[in-house]
Each structure stands twice: as C-alpha cells, then as structure tokens.
C-alpha cells in the first residue's frame, strides 16, 4: 500500500521564530516512487535541490487526498505557514489543490513579488521568513485563527466566512473537515474502533465516516487501523 508522506520520509523538523509559520521540514528523496498527499488547509513554499538548478514551489491547500510523485536524487526543505496566513499578493483561492513553480532569474535567486530574492537554505530559512514577514509579502489575520477555535467573535458570521475564505482559499466547513478527519485517523492508529469514532465525531453512519477518510486520508479506516504503530 502506498504510505502517507510522514511514514516514508525521513523528516527533520524544528519550530521557527517567525510567527506566521506552523514549521519548517527538510527531507530527501527515498526509493518509493509516489507517496499520498493528505487533504490540509494550510499552504506552503518548498525549495527542491537536485542535479540542476533549484527549484521553488507554492503548493495551496488541497481539499483531498491524492498520489504523488517522488522526484528522485533530491533534497526538499519546505515551509508550512499558519492557517489564517496568507499572501495578499497571491490569492489561496487560486492555488487550491494547485502548485506553482516561482521563476529563477539565476541559480541562487527566485523571482518573487517583483523583485529577486536569494533561495535560502535549510540552515538560513528564518532570516528568508523574517523578510517576508516584514515586507509584508505574508500577513496574518487573527480572526481566523480565533474562529478555528471557536473564539467569541465581535463580527458578522459573514464578515467571518469571508475573512476565512480570503485567508485560507477554504470555507470553515471544509476546514472542520480536513481536522475532523486527521482526528479520526489518529484515534484510529491508537486503537479506537471505528464504531465508537462515528459516535465520538459524530458522523451519520460507518459509510459516511469511510468516504470522508477515504476522501482526505487517501485510506479506508481498516487499512488505517492495519498501520498501527
């Protein structure tokens, strides 16, 4: 069975210090040619190191699971911003369950928001984070972090989804969603039977619970419940 990315990667993992980032990864290429791609609400940049020159992408959020490939013989250092963050200048509604490749103008620069920028290294991404978190290349809307904990809001429920929508490219719903089912999956993996999860998470039926998972995990429930650690 084809694995999820965190089971075939060998990832290293640290928290950085710019607070419109969740985290910043780097890996490698392994000998599985595809992996699956779970369903997030986040977006990302990742920087490819290979044979050639690098390469830089922004992947948008993606609202199911799919089967990716593995380009061979590289190294990918990626940054998995906070949900609610965004780009004003590169709309989330356009780049869900899309990627785009950023220009290089030479093999140590991308071009990005007008001007060249240098392609950091696993090593000095925080001083890159820091630049676009000043220029205000990225910025954070607060509402929507509040509203995915249920906060208190002094604001319309519309003024809500709208600020969700142009923060995330999502709706709330679909959001909820994506978290319910990486819930389930882990309750799953502890040992959690599935008829207690669709009592627990409240959905119709067994079928019901099955089609989510398959639809954003990628997996059925007892193929899940198969991989436990």
Do not use: K
């Not at 779970?38 to 993606?62: K, L, N, Q, S, T």
């Not at 103008?105 to 950091?120: A, H, K």
């Not at 969603?177 to 959905?203: F, K, N, P, T, W």
């Amino acid at each position: 069975m084809t694995s999820w990315a965190t089971a075939i990667f060998p990832f290293e993992n640290y928290a950085a210090e710019v607070d419109v980032v969740e985290r910043v990864w780097r890996t490698r290429s392994v000998e599985d040619p595809t992996f699956i791609s779970v369903a997030v609400p986040h977006w990302e940049m990742v920087f490819v190191r290979g044979d050639g020159a690098p390469r830089v992408f922004v992947r948008g959020p993606e609202t199911r699971a799919t089967l990716s490939e593995i380009p061979r013989d590289s190294e990918f250092v990626g940054v998995q911003f906070r949900v609610g963050v965004f780009a004003p200048n590169l709309p989330l509604a356009c780049l869900v369950d899309r990627a785009v490749e950023l220009r290089a103008t030479s093999p140590t620069t991308v071009w990005l928001d007008g001007r060249n920028w240098e392609i950091p290294t696993f090593d000095n991404i925080s001083i890159f984070l820091r630049r676009l978190r000043t220029s205000g290349l990225v910025v954070q809307d607060g509402l929507v972090e509040d509203a995915m904990v249920r906060s208190a809001l002094e604001v319309s429920e519309r003024t809500v989804q709208r600020r969700i929508l142009r923060a995330t490219g999502l709706s709330y719903g679909a959001i909820r969603q994506m978290r319910r089912a990486e819930r389930v999956g882990e309750l799953l993996q502890s040992g959690v039977s599935i008829l207690d999860i669709v009592e627990i998470e409240g959905y119709a039926d067994q079928a019901h619970l099955t089609r989510s998972i398959r639809r954003f995990l990628g997996v059925t429930p007892r193929e899940l419940q198969r991989t436990r650690p």
